[in-house]
């Protein structure tokens, strides 16, 4: 499935090596919900007790397709 379109936002910019398709790339994640008043509720993250960052390969459809598409350019260290 491929998107038609993605917003990102760059909280922290990164200082190492760009994703590229095929690289594997570990990745910490953020599950929010829209409400209807345009506020965002929390409802999972990598960060939550038991939870861990997971690893994929960048770009060749291994987990959501906006995660999938939002790694690709990300840099190492970066936080979006």
């Known amino acids: 499935m491929s998107l038609t379109k993605l917003k990102k936002e760059t909280l922290k ?3 190492g090596r760009v994703a590229e398709k095929g690289n594997t790339v570990t990745c910490h994640a953020l599950g929010q919900v829209l409400n209807a008043d345009g506020s965002l509720s929390k409802f999972w ?13 960048a770009g060749c459809g291994q987990v959501i397709a906006g ?5 690709l350019g990300m840099k190492e260290g970066e936080a979006a």
């Open 13 to 15: 910019e990164g200082t």
């Open 45 to 57: 993250s990598t960060k939550d007790a038991g939870q861990q960052p997971f690893t994929f390969q």
């Open 67 to 71: 995660w999938d598409q939002g790694a």
